[in-house]
C-alpha cells in the first residue's frame, strides 16, 4: 500500500446529500483515498477532480494507495467550537477513518473526541475495520450521542470472496462481533449493509440472515444500497474475482454492467431487503437508498407500488423526483 499526504481545507461540512439519506447533516473525511482497497469503491468517480490525486501522481481509479490529512483533527475542533448549528456528522462520508492508514494517526479516535467534546453534536460512525472497538471506551463516555455502525458486505461464509475485493478491511465477521459487542455494552447501534452485490449478498437466503444479524445487535435503522455502478469498480471487482477463481461471483459482476441488467437487479434487492425486514424486523427501520436515474421506468413503476423503505435519492428514470 503506497501511503500519501495532502492538505484539505474542510473538518466539518454541511452534507445536504447525507441529509436526504437521513444519515447526518455534517460530514468529516479525513483525506481523500482510503487503504481499505474496496475495488468496487465509486469514491474516485466522486472526487476525481480533486487536486490531491495529481499531486501525488495517482490515478483516482487506481489502486493500492491512500490519502489522509493528518491534520484533520485540528480543523474538526476548530468547527466543532465555532460552528452555532450543530446536528448529527457522519464519520467520514467517502474514506474510512479506521482505515490502516488512517489508524497510524488515530484519526477516526481524534475526530470523534474533537466533535464530542462540544455540546450539541452527535456522530454517526461508519467504518469497515473492527478496530474501532479499541475506541469505545470513548463512545461509552458520550454513549447517547453516537451511533456505532460497521458496513456489512456480505455473510461470513462469502469470507474468501471479500477478501478479493476489499483486501484490507476487517473480515465481515469480525465486523458483525464488533456490532455485537457494541450492544453488549449498551452502545447505540445501526445497520449498513452496502453495497450488497449480486452473486455475494443478494440471494433471499443471505438478506434474511444479514436482517437478523441486524436485530441481534439492536440496530435503530437498517441502511441498504445497491453498488454504484460508476467508474470502472465493477470491471475491476469482476476481473478480481475471475483471477481469484471465483468465477460464479465474477459473472454476476460482470452482468450488472449492463444498464438494464443492473436495473433488474436493484429491483429484485428492493423487494428481498423488504421481505426480510418484513419477516423477521419491521419495514418502518429500513433505509434503502436509491439513487434511479440508472433505473428503467418499468422498474421505476414497479417500486413505486410498494416503495416502504425506499429513500428516493435525486431524480427518478421516469423524469419524477
Given at each position: 500500500?503506497?501511503?500519501?499526504?495532502?492538505?484539505?481545507?474542510?473538518?466539518?461540512?454541511?452534507?445536504?446529500?447525507?441529509?436526504?439519506?437521513?444519515?447526518?447533516?455534517?460530514?468529516?473525511?479525513?483525506?481523500?483515498?482510503?487503504?481499505?482497497?474496496?475495488?468496487?469503491?465509486?469514491?474516485?468517480?466522486?472526487?476525481?477532480?480533486?487536486?490531491?490525486?495529481?499531486?501525488?501522481?495517482?490515478?483516482?481509479?487506481?489502486?493500492?494507495?491512500?490519502?489522509?490529512?493528518?491534520?484533520?483533527?485540528?480543523?474538526?475542533?476548530?468547527?466543532?467550537?465555532?460552528?452555532?448549528?450543530?446536528?448529527?456528522?457522519?464519520?467520514?462520508?467517502?474514506?474510512?477513518?479506521?482505515?490502516?492508514?488512517?489508524?497510524?494517526?488515530?484519526?477516526?479516535?481524534?475526530?470523534?473526541?474533537?466533535?464530542?467534546?462540544?455540546?450539541?453534536?452527535?456522530?454517526?460512525?461508519?467504518?469497515?475495520?473492527?478496530?474501532?472497538?479499541?475506541?469505545?471506551?470513548?463512545?461509552?463516555?458520550?454513549?447517547d450521542r453516537v451511533l456505532v455502525?460497521?458496513?456489512?458486505?456480505?455473510?461470513?461464509?462469502?469470507?474468501?470472496?471479500?477478501?478479493?475485493?476489499?483486501?484490507?478491511a476487517s473480515p465481515n465477521h469480525?465486523?458483525?462481533?464488533?456490532?455485537?459487542?457494541?450492544?453488549?455494552?449498551?452502545?447505540?447501534?445501526?445497520?449498513?449493509?452496502?453495497?450488497?452485490?449480486?452473486?455475494?449478498?443478494?440471494?433471499?437466503?443471505?438478506?434474511?440472515?444479514?436482517?437478523?444479524?441486524?436485530?441481534?445487535?439492536?440496530?435503530?435503522?437498517?441502511?441498504?444500497?445497491?453498488?454504484?455502478?460508476?467508474?470502472?469498480?465493477?470491471?475491476?471487482?469482476?476481473?478480481?474475482?475471475?483471477?481469484?477463481?471465483?468465477?460464479?461471483?465474477?459473472?454476476?459482476?460482470?452482468?450488472?454492467?449492463?444498464?438494464?441488467?443492473?436495473?433488474?437487479?436493484?429491483?429484485?434487492?428492493?423487494?428481498?431487503?423488504?421481505?426480510?425486514?418484513?419477516?423477521?424486523?419491521?419495514?418502518?427501520?429500513?433505509?434503502?437508498?436509491?439513487?434511479?436515474?440508472?433505473?428503467?421506468?418499468?422498474?421505476?413503476?414497479?417500486?413505486?407500488?410498494?416503495?416502504?423503505?425506499?429513500?428516493?435519492?435525486?431524480?427518478?428514470?421516469?423524469?419524477?423526483?
Amino acid at each position: 500500500m503506497r501511503e500519501y499526504t495532502t492538505e484539505l481545507k474542510s473538518g466539518i461540512t454541511r452534507s445536504k446529500e447525507f441529509e436526504k439519506k437521513r444519515l447526518a447533516s455534517y460530514g468529516v473525511n479525513v483525506g481523500t483515498r482510503c487503504g481499505n482497497g474496496c475495488l468496487y469503491c465509486s469514491t474516485g468517480a466522486v472526487m476525481r477532480m480533486h487536486h490531491s490525486f495529481e499531486d501525488v501522481g495517482e490515478s483516482p481509479f487506481g489502486a493500492g494507495y491512500s490519502i489522509v490529512d493528518s491534520n484533520t483533527p485540528g480543523r474538526v475542533a476548530r468547527d466543532a467550537r465555532r460552528m452555532r448549528h450543530r446536528g448529527t456528522v457522519q464519520l467520514c462520508t467517502t474514506v474510512d477513518a479506521w482505515a490502516p492508514e488512517s489508524r497510524r494517526y488515530s484519526l477516526g479516535r481524534r475526530c470523534l473526541a474533537s466533535i464530542l467534546s462540544q455540546p450539541g453534536w452527535t456522530v454517526r460512525i461508519l467504518t469497515k475495520n473492527a478496530e474501532v472497538v479499541e475506541d469505545f471506551d470513548l463512545v461509552r463516555q458520550h454513549a447517547d450521542r453516537v451511533l456505532v455502525g460497521l458496513s456489512i458486505t456480505a455473510t461470513p461464509e462469502k469470507g474468501a470472496v471479500m477478501s478479493v475485493i476489499e483486501p484490507n478491511a476487517s473480515p465481515n465477521h469480525d465486523r458483525l462481533q464488533v456490532l455485537k459487542k457494541a450492544h453488549e455494552m449498551g452502545l447505540r447501534t445501526y445497520a449498513m449493509f452496502c453495497p450488497l452485490l449480486p452473486g455475494i449478498a443478494h440471494h433471499p437466503d443471505q438478506i434474511e440472515k444479514l436482517i437478523r444479524f441486524a436485530v441481534e445487535f439492536g440496530a435503530e435503522e437498517v441502511f441498504v444500497e445497491a453498488v454504484n455502478a460508476r467508474g470502472p469498480g465493477l470491471r475491476m471487482t469482476q476481473e478480481a474475482l475471475e483471477a481469484a477463481g471465483h468465477v460464479a461471483e465474477a459473472e454476476a459482476i460482470g452482468g450488472i454492467r449492463k444498464r438494464e441488467n443492473w436495473s433488474r437487479y436493484v429491483v429484485d434487492l428492493i423487494r428481498a431487503v423488504q421481505q426480510a425486514m418484513r419477516d423477521v424486523f419491521e419495514v418502518d427501520r429500513l433505509r434503502f437508498l436509491l439513487y434511479p436515474s440508472q433505473l428503467s421506468p418499468e422498474h421505476v413503476n414497479q417500486i413505486e407500488q410498494d416503495d416502504a423503505g425506499v429513500v428516493w435519492l435525486r431524480r427518478r428514470g421516469n423524469g419524477t423526483t
